[in-house]
T-cell receptor, first 116, second 114 residues
Framework: GAVVSQHPSWVICKSGTSVKIECRSL??????MFWYRQFPKQSLMLMAT?????????EQGVEKDKFLINHASLTLSTLTVTSAHPEDSSFYIC????????????FGQGTRLTVV | AQSVAQPEDQVNVAEGNPLTVKCTYS??????LFWYVQYPNRGLQFLLK??????LVKGSYGFEAEFNKSQTSFHLKKPSALVSDSALYFC????????????FGDGTTLTVKP
């Protein structure tokens, strides 16, 4: 149990376009989902925390108008990178937890975004 | 504020030898500690966690970790390394007295040579 699926696994898009990444909890209800960004050979940087049905909480320095997060259901959160630029190219990973107080979050397999 | 330090960027061991990947943490409340492994272009796979109870925690793939409160450490260990253990390992901490996010270390690349 506790499977989290991200889609797509990789995507290439043109500068100026928007890209949507989905994060689904397949066998549990995820009250809280986290979105991370990872640069090559670096750690995970938390971008935002979203709780189902409410607005996401963004970390300092993350542009909320550029990285739109929607958590409309207990099994789905989406991250939309708007007006993507090459510097947005990165590996994006989501994780899902049954609650904010849960002891464990489960990770998706990640999405490699390349903006050309 | 909470933080995690993985002092070694790289750990090299020979297959069959024991391995240790170090992690120290800082958190104001009760520490929830985690180890994850990441293979190239993949998400994180959970290895083990410490929440409460025995200081020695056993996890997936033969890994274990020892919680040491006085040294604020949570080193990952395995008695006999396999080549397939070669990957990037992350330690993470959460403040167990509060809801919310985990903080990750910078990661340690483990290379096991045959």
């Amino acid at each position: 149990g506790a499977v989290v699926s991200q889609h797509p696994s990789w995507v290439i898009c043109k500068s100026g376009t928007s890209v949507k990444i989905e994060c689904r909890s397949l066998d549990f209800q995820a009250t809280t989902m986290f979105w991370y960004r990872q640069f090559p050979k670096q750690s995970l940087m938390l971008m935002a925390t979203s709780n189902e049905g409410s607005k996401a909480t963004y970390e300092q320095g993350v542009e909320k108008d550029k990285f739109l997060i929607n958590h409309a259901s207990l099994t789905l959160s989406t991250l939309t990178v708007t007006s993507a630029h090459p510097e947005d190219s990165s590996f994006y990973i989501c994780s899902a937890a049954r609650s904010q107080w849960g002891t464990e979050a489960f990770f998706g397999q990640g999405t490699r975004l390349t903006v050309v | 504020a909470q933080s995690v330090a993985q002092p070694e960027d790289q750990v090299n061991v020979a297959e069959g030898n024991p391995l240790t990947v170090k992690c120290t943490y800082s958190v104001s409340g009760n520490p929830y500690l985690f180890w994850y492994v990441q293979y190239p272009n993949r998400g994180l796979q959970f290895l083990l966690k410490y929440i409460t109870g025995d200081n020695l925690v056993k996890g997936s793939y033969g890994f274990e970790a020892e919680f040491n409160k006085s040294q604020t450490s949570f080193h990952l260990k395995k008695p006999s390394a396999l080549v397939s253990d070669s990957a990037l390992y992350f330690c993470a901490v959460r403040d167990g007295t509060n809801a919310g996010k985990s903080t990750f270390g910078d990661g340690t690349t483990l290379t096991v040579k045959p």
